[in-house]
T-cell receptor
């Protein structure tokens, strides 16, 4: 299985702190994507990093990819209460659809 | 609207009844996906369509589950003889190609009494 697995399962931080979430996968990938989910409904795409990229930024988000370790990390800087959500990584290999991990539940306390 | 829509948003049914869930993808998106999410859990992949074809049906939990897509657009997920363990949020997503960014609908919350 190429399922992504996020770590930690849950994370609680104070507003203003940085939050780091990690993701591991098992097979070679074409790209890896991070999504956010609020209130158990639809997911929102945050960022996509391709297998030949090592780092990517989008606003307060920074994603890194280490293909040798088959891992990725999502860093949210200067967190806000509104960042409270579940975060999922999803890996893409070949022509198969995304395979999602179980997610990290982030709580940002004001 | 330009996003993925799903209907109904909520469905309460009695055990043993059949239910049909609908997904309208973003116009032009060739790939469509169905997922299931139980309370506090991750996404469970059910099935995906490339056009009207479903290359991988291995995620369907049992033969009570079926899905179809017509005209490369709307998809329906049918659950026959519902069981209480079918209670979950059913999410649909579409993308411009398999492996590309997925756009999710708001989901259908199914409750089987």
């Amino acid at each position: 299985s190429q399922q992504g697995e996020e770590d930690p399962q849950a994370l609680s931080i104070q507003e203003g702190e940085n939050a780091t979430m990690n993701c591991s996968y098992k097979t070679s990938i074409n790209n890896l994507q991070w999504y956010r989910q609020n209130s158990g409904r639809g997911l929102v795409h945050l960022i996509l990093i391709r297998s030949n990229e090592r780092e990517k930024h989008s606003g307060r988000l920074r994603v890194t990819l280490d293909t040798s370790k088959k891992s990725s990390s999502l860093l949210i800087t200067a967190s806000r209460a509104a960042d409270t959500a579940s975060y999922f990584c999803a890996s893409v290999s070949g022509n198969t659809p995304l395979v999602f991990g179980k997610g990290t539940r982030l709580s940002v306390i004001a | 609207g330009a996003g993925v829509s799903q209907s109904p948003s909520n469905k309460v049914t009695e055990k043993g009844k059949d239910v049909e869930l609908r997904c309208d993808p973003i116009s032009g998106h060739t790939a469509l996906y169905w997922y299931r999410q139980s309370l506090g859990q991750g996404l469970e992949f059910l099935i995906y369509f490339q056009g009207n074809s479903a290359p991988d049906k291995s995620g369907l939990p049992s033969d009570r589950f079926s899905a179809e897509r017509t005209g490369g657009s709307v998809s329906t997920l049918t659950i026959q003889r519902t069981q209480q363990e079918d209670s979950a949020v059913y999410l649909c997503a579409s993308s411009s190609g398999v492996g590309n960014e997925q756009f999710f609908g708001p989901g259908t919350r199914l409750t089987v009494l």
